[in-house]
Antibody, heavy 125, light 107 residues
Framework: QVQLVESGGGVVQPGRSLRLSCAAS????????MHWVRQAPGKGLEWVAV????????YYADSVKGRFTISRDNSKNTLYLQMNSLRAEDTAVYYC??????????????????WGQGTLVTVSS | DIQMTQSPSSLSASVGDRVTITCRAS??????LAWYQQKPGKVPKLLIY???TLQSGVPSRFSGSGSGTDFTLTISSLQPEDVATYYC?????????FGPGTKVDIK
C-alpha cells in the first residue's frame, strides 16, 4: 500500500534552517509529481511547493519563494524540502502529498491522492 | 494567480439533510478541480477530482459538479461521520491553490 512518511520537523529559531524528508513506498515514485502542503495551527491548507516526476520542474508559493527548495531523489524514493531563513509564520504541520499526475496540469485526472501524516515545524525563539 | 473562494465558510445541518458547498475560481479552470475532506485531527482525503469524478472508496452520497469558474460539492444525506472541513483546489496549473475551506457540523 502507498505510504508517505515525513521526518525532520522540530523546534527551530527564527532565521535558522531545517530539512524535511518524505520517504515514499508502495508506488512508482519516479512517475508522479510530489508536493509539500502546510497547515498552520487552526488554519486551512496552504500549498507550498511542487516538483515534477523527474525533478525538471519546480514551483513555489510566493510566501516561501527564495527561502525553500524542493528536491527529490528517485533512486531513494524520497522527497525533500530545504527550509532556510525560517520565520514564525512558517510554523505549521508540513505534509508531503502525491499527485495523481506526473506534473500539475498535465491531466484532468489530478489532485493529491495520498498524504503523509505530517511533521510539525515550530519556529520560535 | 487564480484565487479560490468557498461559501459558506461554515454550516450546521441535521443528519439526513442535503448539503451543498460552493467553490468559485477567479478565472476559468475547465474541470481541473478537486475536493478534499479533512476530519478534525486527521490528514486531508481526496474526495473528488476532475470536478465530478468520485475517488475510489468515497461514499456515493458525495458528488461534485461544475466547470469553468463555478463548482459545487453536494452531500446528498449528511451523516455524523461527515463532520469535517471541506476544501476545493484548482490544479490546471501551478500554483495548485486551495480554497479557504468550509466547516460542516451537525445541528
Amino acid at each position: 500500500q502507498v505510504q508517505l512518511v515525513e521526518s525532520g520537523g522540530g523546534v527551530v529559531q527564527p532565521g535558522r534552517s531545517l530539512r524535511l524528508s518524505c520517504a515514499a513506498s508502495g508506488f512508482t515514485f519516479s512517475s508522479y509529481g510530489m508536493h509539500w502542503v502546510r497547515q498552520a495551527p487552526g488554519k486551512g491548507l496552504e500549498w507550498v511547493a511542487v516538483i515534477s516526476y523527474d525533478g525538471s520542474n519546480k514551483y513555489y508559493a510566493d510566501s516561501v519563494k527564495g527561502r525553500f527548495t524542493i528536491s527529490r531523489d528517485n533512486s531513494k524514493n524520497t522527497l525533500y524540502l530545504q527550509m532556510n531563513s525560517l520565520r514564525a509564520e512558517d510554523t505549521a504541520v508540513y505534509y508531503c502529498a502525491k499527485d495523481q499526475a506526473w506534473e500539475v496540469g498535465a491531466t484532468t485526472d489530478g489532485g493529491f491522492d495520498y498524504w503523509g501524516q505530517g511533521t510539525l515545524v515550530t519556529v520560535s525563539s | 494567480d487564480i484565487q479560490m473562494t468557498q461559501s459558506p465558510s461554515s454550516l450546521s445541518a441535521s443528519v439526513g439533510d442535503r448539503v451543498t458547498i460552493t467553490c468559485r475560481a477567479s478565472q476559468g479552470i475547465s474541470n481541473y478541480l478537486a475536493w478534499y475532506q479533512q476530519k478534525p485531527g486527521k490528514v486531508p482525503k481526496l474526495l473528488i477530482y476532475a470536478a465530478s469524478t468520485l475517488q475510489s472508496g468515497v461514499p456515493s452520497r458525495f458528488s461534485g459538479s461544475g466547470s469553468g469558474t463555478d463548482f459545487t460539492l453536494t452531500i446528498s444525506s449528511l451523516q455524523p461521520e461527515d463532520v469535517a472541513t471541506y476544501y476545493c483546489q484548482k490544479y490546471n496549473s501551478a500554483p495548485p491553490t486551495f480554497g479557504p475551506g468550509t466547516k460542516v457540523d451537525i445541528k
